[in-house]
């Protein structure tokens, strides 16, 4: 079966810091680099999530999408600090974990097999991408 | 077997109107908003069509691609009204059902299995995808 | 005095097609070509807008000037249809009368000697700029 | 006299708050909203910077341009937090203060009458430029 | 008297080097780093011309500036090499040589008066720009 | 099991000349149209290389991707010619041989499985994909 998707584009602008509290201060340095700086840096973050459509009968409505995703992404993290407002208790804010959160807090709220993909652009150079299994697809 | 793909980007713009006869003028409007605005509004599309490659021998050679979209797709949508122009009979000019339209159109006229993907942008923050099972690929 | 300037970025989406009453269908079509299309077709435009600064006192603060170009702008063109819907009554809808229109509509709401520059984006290769003359800024 | 410029794009991460002591926490929240938020947010900058060009003969050249603003702009912002680490002391870190504090920076090793234009882009839809005046030009 | 631009925007892909005859191989080689390496490199060029309008009654029809710029510039730089097919005879093919030649390619083609300004994209960070002095404006 | 990528993006400007010692002069020309010009063009060329991520603990750390990128790809192409100063013997320097070189010289350097796609951008609306097996993902 062929695969109609719709991907929307959401945007907020966060502080983080690449730290790690299983390393010692040079540790992360060594390997987080100026990322690691003390006082913390920012991006302009782009969210760009994939869902599944049903063609006129979407799956999903994609203003319920836009809902879904506003309450629980932009609001939580738009105009914050990644490391000290947010849950990212165990692990840095890469941007690879940052998608591994997008999806997983996501992925309740949205209808069963309808999500198929979370990016994250963090720069002009970087991306970083969350995706369902193909078997799920 | 790895694939190689080409994909390239074409435009147009075009006029639509987000409108279905099954609902009342109420259910439209509650259904698709401001989209549903009574004389329309409009778009710059862009169309991105993802063929097979054969390397330096090409399955289908983009010259020809270039020629079949622009016959079937860039003139017959470019700054034309999709609602009153074109063949979206029984179903609203949603981009899901524009991709799929696309989609259908430009099958016929590429080999076999060269046809891997149609994309199209209808603004900013809005990407419609149909994209042929994975198994066809 | 050197000058700081903030630009906003602002979008809407509408319908239009390039006609004049004052010429037959046939030099209509001869002066407008394919934007002459008797049904119309749209475009995604952008407006830049761009004030005069007092750095950290701001002549005129940013989020009054949302307001001013979201009540006066973008909810008049959003999802309209330029032709049909607006009070372009003398002038065809090109970029240069529209940008006309749009600083008309601005300039009464925005402080004498503030508003440096309308800039219309209507395709990725058209710009259209207004800007007020060089001595009163 | 035509004028040749050349307009070099420099970028730098960095995290701030909008804040201002003069201001109680209601009213900073008053006049600054999210942005206001304690632990700060942050974007991705980039940095234009225009100087004069006298043709093949340039007046400053290009390679010695990116120095200065390497060592200048930067090292000094990249990866920082505009207000716990740089000097905007009596000021918000607007982005009018920041591109006044930019010019301010670099005016000093640029040769005098070469330095045009510097501006600043925080957001997709939100740019500040300082311009030199008219006269000096 | 309040201006109003239009700015249409060309590209065209060529190869050049960046050396003079003026210079040693390793004069050269100091001056120009590995933009003078012998067999050369290419751009993706943007040319973005701004002619002044009159409104609805344009002073030089788009349309025409387009076949001029067509005829002038594109067909003559498009899949060209900068240094071996045109006539940068006594002149590095730097991008504020290419600008001024394009200036003078095309002004005398367009009523006198209308040509504002000529810019040119070489990369993403490569900005050079030909703007008529203020007072023929 | 859900797949993590990183995409990080590349640049290097090169000029090329699609041409094949395989056919005559005539037959070049029919086949690759101005793209044959004898002294050649060239292109900022964009590489976008995407590497499977183990989250916290990368698979592949990006600084040595990095590395391996600039060593391997950056430094050998940019400012080159493609045609005179590499290794594309028996093959046209079209997109599709490119990609598929670029392939081939990261595979060795990258841990077995984790290179998944590699792309490249030639012109705005030419884009050229190279992309491991599914079954190997």
């Not at 540790?27 to 063609?55: D, E, I, M, W």
Request: charged share 25%.
């Amino acid at each position: 079966m062929p695969q109609i998707t719709v991907t929307r584009r959401y945007r907020f602008c966060a502080a983080h810091r690449l730290h790690t509290d299983h390393l010692t201060s040079d540790q992360n340095r060594a390997a987080f680099g100026k990322c690691n700086n003390p006082n913390g840096h920012g991006h302009n973050y782009v969210v760009l999530v994939t869902v599944r459509s049903g063609g006129s009968r979407e799956l999903f409505p994609l203003n319920q999408l836009d809902r879904v995703v506003e309450e629980t992404i932009v609001r939580r993290f738009d105009h914050r600090d990644l490391n000290q407002d947010q849950e990212f208790t165990a692990a840095t804010t890469t941007g690879e974990n940052l998608v591994k959160l997008i999806w997983a807090l996501l992925a309740p709220k949205i209808p069963a097999g309808s999500l198929v993909k979370v990016g994250v652009i963090e720069t002009r150079d970087n991306y970083f991408e969350y995706a369902a299994p193909a078997a799920s697809r």
